[in-house]
């Protein structure tokens, strides 16, 4: 059953209808999940920006957001491969990657690299020190909950304040000053490091230490994913939500312009404040289902074969981007938007992509007399006026 | 079809100043028909100013750099206001949908991204697809690249040229670009190896290829391509006082008389007199631009008020990380050429930046040929585009220089020629530097002028003495013949284009050595970054150009 009201195989077109009725009722929609491609994300905006709703598609810390206060330095997987002579993972993610593996596969063949074997060193592997081979990375041990002072005892040894003698964070104060060593004396110094990891409080700390290494070499840092979690649905919403409403997609639209508020538009806490009272979950790459529960009426447009603990008022299964039909979406192996052709897939994928599911519920809307003036305050704003 | 009547129409393209009428019809100008009956829609344009859209070559409005300040800085541009209905998200500040908006009502219609890079080179072009009403376009970013410096290094100045114009015309075609940018040739690259400062002729490390080498190869190969656009240049030494003017003049002499396009040249504008070392190199550069007639330029204007400089030249942005305000930066090594976004505010009160202000406008003024300076802030670089108004406004009306001259620090205005410079643009002038010249460099031949034929992208101005007023909203804005702007505001929203060339094919079998090449350096396909013909959930929004060979 690839369209389902209320438990019972429906037609696409009287699912779309039922969605759009939930939507035109509901008090405030939330738009939610582990994101889309670029087209499905455009439509899941605007039909928020419809809706006066609100979107959250900030799963985990993302890297954007977490660098608001300070900033960021930061480099390519390609250019980490074939540049680094000095690569610090730092965390148990950063190991862990996918991405590292492609970085790890090269060897250094540009400029300082060249000629000598790249030195790899592993700060806080914690539970994931297995994810590599002993000839991959040399480990350095250090508690990860410790992680953002470490980083901060660190730059302090860089910049030549003094340190604690009896080290840090399980590290002893020569294994600290060994490490800023090796730093300060590589050519193009790597610090790779996954943002779940850091929280702000690290990323920031990390970035004041690459900060810090750039008064006398060149360091730089690199960016990496969660793991195994594909981070494609997520990332393409982080940048498609920045270009089209100027802020992360933690965002709401009730005034009839975007709010940022990462507090207020945590899908989390709407849900179990019971803030919202219609949600669309949207999941294009997973077969995922939300990790909380709700009393709220549900849209699910996911992947095929998602299963919820308590049945969706309307599940509509979607082509998967990139396998069903041609796609762009971010790749983290790419760090960028790139263009995924679906090779073999059928001309015309057999079930809907997620824009045309969203772009027919927005139709419903706009069908049904909903016209949008912005948001329910701008039309009460107008009516007043 | 369409009437305008009665307008003043201003069309320096086709040499016409004069009051008349112009006919529309399939999104085109044509000539008056025989029969009075074919017109279904009239216009009276009695009393106002008829020009062709603006175009704006050179305007940072999307890709990578555009996108992360736009988080960086996510506090300084809160909304305000509702949309309206018919165009979501186009009162979001800096929204490529606001983008588009604010473009049209001043009466642009075409707007060029200058500086897209391959890696970002997909996502440059869908924000460049949600930029609503205006054409779009982008110049692509070369000159760092590894790819690139090992067929120079490896050639010692004798390279197969066929080789390097088959990877220009590659790196074009992969990324849908109008046209080839450098920006500190080699920097980039040299940044890499722990270089701060980099020069003409400075050598990237590795390489031993000069940014001079690097420039005159380009410069060379995009003429031999018959790329329509002529190099486009970030010089070396940007904001060096004393320094940056010399390198300018050097980049201009180093074309040897092959076209070439400066890029913001208020930046470089800069001599190191007086006490604080800073003052004003305007009568140097006007002067070298009016002895090399093969060199165009775009100034790069600076307005008061924050704003954020973004750019990929990582060696100019690495120096000034420091004058952040607010004191949060990014920096990017990318493949070849990454980036740095610093924002900044430039305040009235600040010597520096009061001369900077005077700076720019003395390079409008100085510059007696409007065919060959155009009309930018280097947004948001220099300011935001929507500075554009009072931009004109200055640069038309002596009066208001010396209003705003009068509140500059006194200081500063001593050290600068504006206080004595009374030209005054006159419209013809605008309509040229702002309309015709871009169109011509930029190889849009139907655009920036209002002959029959041309595509009827065609702006209405009521005529006033507050030029800020009257450039901000224009009457009425046609975009391919059809109305989107009427009395300052958008109509619903209406999808342009992106232009971008199509060279010719090599016999270098460029395809397969790149792919060799990229395989075996990062473990990826060549074509990872390539920009389709069409975007999925859209039909294809590009049109297509020939190089002139």
């Given at each position: 059953m690839t369209t389902v009201i209320e438990q019972s195989s429906s037609a696409l077109d009287t699912a779309l209808t039922r969605a759009a009725d939930i939507l035109v009722n509901a008090r405030l929609g939330l738009i939610t999940g582990h994101g889309s491609d670029v087209a499905g994300m455009r439509a899941a905006l605007k039909l928020a920006a419809h809706i006066g709703g609100a979107v959250d598609f900030c799963r985990a810390p993302n890297l954007h957001s977490l660098t608001a206060d300070k900033g960021l330095m930061f480099t390519t997987p390609r250019e980490a491969r074939t540049r680094a002579d000095v690569l610090l993972l730092v965390g148990p993610e950063a190991g862990r990657s996918a991405t590292l593996k492609q970085v790890l596969a090269g060897s250094p063949t540009l400029s300082a690299g060249v000629g000598t074997p790249r030195e790899v060193l592993w700060l806080c592997p914690g539970g994931a020190a297995n994810a590599l081979g002993a000839d991959e990375a040399r480990l350095l041990g250090g508690d990860v909950a410790a992680l953002p002072g470490i980083l901060a005892v660190l730059n302090a040894c860089v910049i030549g304040r003094p340190i604690p003698a009896a080290g840090y964070g399980g590290l002893s104060r020569e294994g600290i000053e060994d490490i800023a060593g090796r730093m300060i004396t590589s050519r193009f110094g790597v610090i790779a490091f996954s943002p779940a990891d850091l929280g702000p409080l690290g990323v920031e700390s990390l970035m004041a230490l690459a900060g810090a290494l750039n008064k006398g070499t060149r360091v730089t840092t690199l960016p990496l994913g969660q793991?195994?979690?594909?981070d494609a649905g997520q990332q393409t919403a982080a940048l498609v939500a920045s270009w089209t409403t100027?802020?992360?997609?933690?965002?709401?639209?009730a005034r009839g312009f975007p709010e940022y508020d990462p507090w207020r538009f945590d899908a989390a806490r709407m849900v179990s404040a019971g803030e919202c009272d219609a949600i669309v979950w949207l999941s294009s790459f997973e077969a995922a289902a939300p990790g909380w529960r709700t009393d709220a009426r549900l849209i699910a447009i996911t992947a095929p074969n998602a299963t919820f603990a308590k049945p969706p008022t309307v599940q509509i299964e979607t082509a998967v981007p990139g396998k069903d039909f041609s796609a762009e979406f971010y790749s983290e192996a790419m760090q960028a938007l790139v263009h995924n052709e679906a090779e073999g897939a059928p001309e015309a994928p057999a079930l809907p992509t997620p824009a045309a599911v969203l772009g027919g519920i927005l139709s419903k809307l706009a069908l049904s007399g909903e016209v949008d003036t912005g948001s329910p305050l701008a039309k009460a704003r107008q009516t007043k006026s | 079809m369409i009437r305008l009547k009665g307008g003043r129409i201003i069309d320096p393209a086709n040499g016409r100043d004069e009051v008349g009428d112009l006919f529309i019809e399939d999104g085109h100008i044509v000539a008056a028909p025989n029969i009075p009956d074919s017109v279904k829609e009239t216009y009276d344009l009695s009393g106002k100013i008829v020009m062709a859209g603006g175009i704006d070559l050179h305007s940072h409005i999307a890709g990578n750099n555009v996108n992360l300040s736009r988080t960086l800085l996510l506090e300084q541009h809160p909304g305000m206001d509702p949309h309206p209905g018919h165009a979501p998200f186009s009162t979001a500040p800096w929204s490529t949908y606001e983008t588009g908006r604010l473009y049209a009502e001043m009466g642009f219609t075409t707007v060029i991204e200058p500086a897209l890079v391959a890696q970002g080179a997909v996502q440059a072009h869908l924000e460049l697809a949600d930029i609503p009403y205006i054409d779009r376009g982008a110049l692509a970013v070369l000159g760092n690249t590894d790819f690139l410096l090992k067929m120079l290094r490896d050639g010692e100045g004798n390279i197969s040229t066929d080789l390097l114009d088959d990877y220009v015309a590659w790196s074009i075609a992969a990324t849908k670009c109008l046209g080839v940018k450098v920006v500190n040739a080699g920097g980039g690259a040299a940044f890499k190896e722990n270089v701060r400062t980099f020069g003409l002729d400075d050598v990237v490390p590795s390489y031993g290829v000069s940014s001079r080498a690097i420039m005159q190869a380009l410069i060379a190969s995009v003429n031999r391509l018959g790329i329509p656009h002529p190099l486009h240049v970030h010089c070396n030494n940007l904001g060096v006082a004393g320094e940056s003017y010399i390198t300018a003049i050097q980049t201009m002499e180093a074309a040897g008389g092959l076209p070439i396009h400066l890029a913001h040249l208020q930046f470089y504008a800069y001599a190191s007199e007086g006490k604080r070392h800073f003052s004003s190199a305007s009568a140097f550069l006007a002067e070298a631009i009016s002895q090399h007639k093969n060199v165009t330029t775009d100034v790069g204007q600076v307005m008061f008020g924050q704003t954020v400089t973004l750019s990929g030249d990582v060696v100019r942005q690495y120096a000034s990380l420091s004058d952040a305000r607010p004191k949060k930066t990014i920096l990017w090594d990318g493949d070849g050429t990454g980036g740095g976004i610093v924002p900044y505010a430039y305040k009235a009160k600040n010597y520096y930046n009061a001369l900077q202000w005077a700076i720019g406008l003395e390079l409008f003024l100085l510059i007696d040929d409007p065919w060959r300076v155009y009309f930018t802030t280097d947004h948001p670089n220099g300011a935001p585009f929507t500075t554009y108004p009072q931009i004109l406004h200055l640069l038309m009306d002596a009066g208001e220089r010396a209003a705003w001259i009068a509140r500059l620090p006194k200081k500063a205005m001593d050290m600068a020629l504006l206080p004595q410079l009374t030209r005054e643009y006159s419209f013809y002038e605008i309509a040229i530097m702002s309309r015709a010249a871009p169109a011509r460099l930029l190889g849009l031949a139907d655009r920036g002028q209002l002959g029959v034929g041309a595509a009827a992208d065609i702006s209405v101005y009521t005529e006033q003495a507050d030029k800020t007023a009257m450039f901000s909203a224009a009457d009425y804005v046609f975009k391919d013949g059809d109305l989107i702007v009427e009395g300052g505001k958008v109509k619903p929203y209406r999808w342009g284009r992106t232009h971008h060339l199509k060279p010719p094919k090599g016999s270098s079998q460029i395809d397969a050595r790149l792919e060799r090449y990229y395989a075996e350096q990062y473990g990826i396909s060549a074509g990872a970054f390539a920009v389709p013909d069409a975007f999925n959930g859209g039909p294809s929004h590009f049109e297509v150009h020939p190089c002139r060979k």
């Open positions: 793991g195994a979690i594909t100027g802020f992360p997609p933690r965002t709401g639209f | -």
